[in-house]
């Protein structure tokens, strides 16, 4: 079984030119967790992971302290928000390189990248680089053990 055969194919994406602000309203309003960004002719440029939105709230000192079970509550930290300034920046400057697979790659190759870059979620392209498809640990995971029916 191929990676498009079990990828959505229905994808929310958003176009590189859009800002942090626009990306959070499309978190918010499609319920994602990872968002591809793309170019004027459908080809993946980066993704976006609501974890990268969340960074911009975090206090610095999360990435410096191996064990928060000490920490109870941020305080006034909880009510803070990101400048109008950040929000408005592109998207660029918040997007990471995605990890992709073609829509030709195995079901095991897409999942061994999934868990070696620990990703949730992963877009597929086609041989030309245009996203065509998302796939999660749970699409590719049930499409392999679903093949298990047939073992006798």
């Given at each position: 079984?191929?990676?498009?055969?079990?990828?959505?194919?229905?994808?929310?994406?958003?176009?590189?030119?859009?800002?942090?602000?626009?990306?959070?309203?499309?978190?918010?309003?499609?319920?994602?967790g990872?968002?591809?960004v793309?170019?004027?002719?459908?080809?993946?440029?980066?993704?976006?992971?609501?974890?990268?939105?969340?960074?911009?709230?975090?206090?610095?000192?999360?990435?410096?302290?191996?064990?928060?079970?000490?920490?109870?509550?941020?305080?006034?930290?909880?009510?803070?928000?990101?400048?109008?300034?950040?929000?408005?920046?592109?998207?660029?400057?918040?997007?990471?390189?995605?990890?992709?697979?073609?829509?030709?790659?195995?079901?095991?190759?897409?999942?061994?990248?999934?868990l070696?870059?620990?990703?949730?979620?992963?877009?597929?392209?086609?041989?030309?680089?245009?996203?065509?498809?998302?796939?999660?640990?749970?699409?590719?995971?049930?499409?392999?053990?679903?093949?298990?029916?047939?073992?006798?």
């Amino acid at each position: 079984m191929k990676i498009r055969d079990c990828m959505k194919r229905n994808v929310v994406s958003i176009p590189e030119t859009s800002t942090i602000r626009k990306a959070a309203a499309v978190f918010v309003k499609h319920h994602v967790g990872l968002l591809p960004v793309i170019d004027q002719n459908n080809r993946l440029v980066g993704v976006m992971g609501l974890r990268d939105l969340l960074s911009l709230e975090l206090p610095d000192f999360v990435n410096f302290v191996a064990d928060l079970d000490f920490v109870h509550d941020f305080g006034a930290v909880e009510t803070t928000r990101p400048s109008a300034e950040v929000l408005d920046q592109s998207i660029t400057t918040l997007m990471k390189p995605p990890i992709t697979v073609f829509e030709e790659s195995g079901l095991l190759r897409a999942y061994a990248l999934m868990l070696q870059h620990n990703l949730h979620d992963m877009p597929v392209v086609s041989a030309d680089g245009k996203l065509v498809g998302m796939a999660s640990r749970v699409d590719i995971g049930t499409a392999i053990v679903s093949a298990w029916a047939k073992v006798e």
